[in-house]
């Protein structure tokens, strides 16, 4: 099946009406099939690439967990998410083919790679320039799992349920992770006098 050309990530309201697919997809209708990997598939590789830097494993992992679920759709169950289905299940098949399932719950495992661009719409001076590099330094400090969680609440718009289910942790492991991660990078941007409010703006307009 060819790779969609065009990446881009899933608003809430596209989700929705993809999940309404899936039972038709787990019927065997092939258009369903092919109408969620069209879909899907740039947000799967997006988030593959953040787990390994490695194109062509991401690339391959995305597919294998589609020939997968398609050879295996008659036992897959209904979900009320088919995107954060997906990303769990791309996520562990990562984990387990470069480290082992066993890592998974380790502070610094994966190596989540998530970058702050300080090209943002919201820079228009030197002074914001300034603070987005700042803000760029901290966030490239903070440990992988805080990023992974940080990534996925502010540029894949989840909420922390959802987080939960994907990374195979507790609800409040993700509280703990996101919040902690927040306070890391104010403690360090603080004496830059780089409020909360504007950290969050600049987390929104500058992940990449």
């Known amino acids: 099946m060819k790779e969609p050309e065009k990446a881009g990530f899933l608003t809430a309201a596209s989700d929705t009406a993809y999940d309404a697919l899936w039972e038709s997809f787990r019927k065997g209708d092939t258009e369903a099939f092919e109408d969620i990997f069209r879909q899907y598939y740039p947000v799967l590789f997006n988030y593959g690439m953040r787990i390994t830097r490695n194109e062509a494993e991401a690339k391959d992992c995305v597919q294998s967990l589609f020939l997968q679920i398609w050879e295996r759709r008659q036992f897959l169950g209904p979900t009320t998410s088919a995107r ?88 409040r492991a993700v509280y703990k992770l996101i919040y902690k991660g927040l306070d890391n990078l104010q403690s360090q941007l603080g004496k830059n006098n780089i409020d909360l409010a504007y950290l969050l703006l600049l987390l929104l307009t500058s992940l990449t």
Not at 91 to 113: A, C, N
């Open 84 to 171: 954060n289905y997906l990303l769990a299940s791309l996520r562990r098949s990562i984990l387990k083919k470069i480290g082992g399932i066993r890592q998974v719950y380790t502070e610094d495992f994966p190596d989540f790679q998530a970058e702050l661009s300080i090209e943002s719409k919201l820079i228009q001076s030197q002074a914001e320039a300034e603070n987005a590099r700042l803000l760029k330094e901290a966030f490239d400090k903070l440990p992988a799992r805080q990023k992974e969680a940080i990534f996925l609440r502010f540029y894949e718009d989840q909420d922390f349920d959802e987080i939960a289910r994907i990374m195979n942790i507790s609800t």
